[in-house]
């Protein structure tokens, strides 16, 4: 079946570093690549995504691109905020499956100033 | 302004009581679902809607019953509740059949004792 792997967080940075959280997959057929972002307290919002191989997301100084050779959709941020501690979640999706996401395990990020 | 609404946010109960997670969204979407979100197990979906009494099982439903008797309302019912079903629940709309983007609810935290 598939299935989404995270690296393993906690990751903890301080403010302005440079930000990488590796996402790879497993899947049977072509599917959209997410990355959702939790804020304390907070229901997942979706921070980017992409629909097919080479695309890249980007939102909020945040980018992924989907690689299908490699399987990968890593997330990456140049210059990280205190405010952009959460937990992130990478996921896909299949265009015909009502909306259901397959989730990493979710991956802490913790940005000191 | 556009959201999904869950109640309680927070509950403690009691192994066998019966209890009712409401879920409520105001977007007019035809899907709706159930996750659970459990530590190093990122979230995994409880049940599904594609509309209005049209329901099917996810990935965990054991121990879970849903029912769509409107639109807008997505209750998850546990009968008799056991301590593995503590956890935090979320849940998430869309419109149609579409993956493109998921709306969340800010969570119920459950803890049965």
């Known amino acids: 079946g598939d299935s989404v792997t995270q690296m393993e967080g906690p990751v903890t940075l301080s403010e302005e570093a440079f930000l990488t959280i590796n996402c790879t997959y497993t899947?049977?057929?072509?599917?959209?690549l997410f990355w959702y972002v939790q804020y304390p307290g907070e229901g997942l919002q979706l921070l980017l995504k992409?629909?097919?191989?080479?695309d890249k997301g980007s939102n909020k100084g945040f980018e992924a691109t989907y690689r299908k050779e490699t399987t990968s959709f890593h997330l990456e941020k140049g210059s990280v905020q205190v405010s952009d501690s959460a937990v992130y979640f990478c996921a896909l999706s299949y265009r015909t499956s009502y909306g259901k996401l397959t989730f990493g395990q979710g991956t802490i990020l913790t940005v000191h100033p | 302004e556009a959201q999904v609404t869950q109640n309680p946010r927070y509950l403690i109960t009691v192994t066998g009581k019966k209890l009712t997670v409401t879920c409520s969204q105001n977007m007019n979407h035809e899907y709706m679902s159930w996750y659970r979100q459990d530590p190093g197990l990122g979230l995994r979906q409880i049940y599904y809607?594609?509309?209005?009494?049209?329901?099917d099982k996810g990935d965990v439903p054991e121990g879970y019953k849903v029912s769509r008797k409107e639109k807008r309302n997505f209750p998850l019912i546990l009968e008799s509740p056991s301590p593995n079903q503590t956890s935090l629940y979320f849940c998430?709309?869309?419109?149609?059949?579409?993956?493109?983007?998921?709306?969340f609810g800010s969570g119920t935290q459950l803890s049965v004792l």
């Open positions: 998430a709309s869309s419109v149609g059949q579409s993956n493109e983007k998921l709306f």
């Open positions: 809607s594609m509309n209005v009494e049209v329901t």
């Open positions: 992409a629909t097919k191989a080479d």
């Open positions: 899947a049977t057929g072509y599917p959209s």
